[in-house]
């Protein structure tokens, strides 16, 4: 791979909490515009990943660069402002309890950007349209269920029209009509802004849909990479559960 087309390198990167390890020595390259899916075992350290990724947590040993920009032990200010250029879908949908879908929205637009009322107002409604909930604009988040916050976090992280997207489980708790217009959308994301992403899943249709390469963590590692047809053909014992809905 040509190292200019690699937005997110990860190069042997270890984290423990105390005796346990977690990452233990996982790389990873992640390409401009492409669409990349993590699958793995509930508490294998997928979530671990995501966040070493954007400076939530600090590896050990390693590295990880973000568009050539060394996030482990990064300043404060340096990774706020790196951060403007990632979105973050949380795993438990990490909404402002106390501002409405629409200040949740306008939060990041107002944090990163100079646009005029308009032009929030209009991204907003744009945002919440693509996840179909422009009649939840003015609730808030208490009165909505738990696939509805997951798609006001993903128009949350989303608004800012990021170059990178981090998503941890879309589409966990969707039925799966939604799941799959969710995995539509991270897909045409892609195509359409180009946008480079991470998905963790243990969705199949998900993975099916977005994925250009799919890596397996186990053990601290990868142990596994390749395209979707790759994976179904493959021999590795996780891949084989996945397929078999057990992972
Ligand atoms: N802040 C933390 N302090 C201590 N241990 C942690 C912390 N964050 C994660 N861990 C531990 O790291 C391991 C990996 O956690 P992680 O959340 O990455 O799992 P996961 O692969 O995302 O699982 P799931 O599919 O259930 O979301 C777990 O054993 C977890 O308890
Ligand atoms: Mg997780």
Do not use: W
């Amino acid at each position: 791979m040509n190292q200019n087309d690699v937005l997110i390198d990860v190069q042997n990167v270890s984290k423990s909490f105390g005796d346990h390890d977690v990452l233990t020595g996982l790389s990873m390259q992640v390409r401009r515009g492409s669409s990349d899916v993590i699958l793995g075992r509930s508490g294998i350290g997928k979530s671990v990943l995501l966040k070493s990724i954007v400076g939530l947590l600090i590896p050990e040993s390693g590295s990880i660069t973000v568009k050539g920009q060394q996030v482990i032990g990064m300043k404060t200010r340096e990774l706020n402002l790196l951060r403007q250029n990632i979105g973050y879908v949380f795993q438990y949908a990490a909404l402002y309890d106390s501002m409405t879908v629409r200040e949740n929205l306008e939060f990041p637009l107002r944090k990163h950007m100079e646009l005029s009322e308009d032009e929030i107002e209009e991204r907003v409604v744009e945002q919440l349209r693509l996840v179909g909930l422009e009649e939840s604009i003015d609730k808030m988040p208490s009165e909505l269920s738990g696939g509805m916050k997951k798609r006001v976090g993903l128009a949350r992280a989303i608004i800012a029209k990021p170059e990178i997207v981090l998503y941890d489980e879309p589409t966990a708790g969707l039925d799966p009509i939604t799941g799959r217009e969710i995995s539509e959308l991270i897909r045409d994301l892609e195509k359409h802004f180009g946008i480079t992403s991470i998905t963790v899943t243990h969705d199949l249709e998900c993975t099916r849909t977005v994925a250009d390469t799919i890596y397996i963590l186990d053990n601290g590692t990868f142990t596994y990479s390749g395209s979707f047809d790759d994976l179904q053909r493959a021999e590795d014992p996780l891949a084989k559960a996945f397929f078999l809905g057990i992972t």
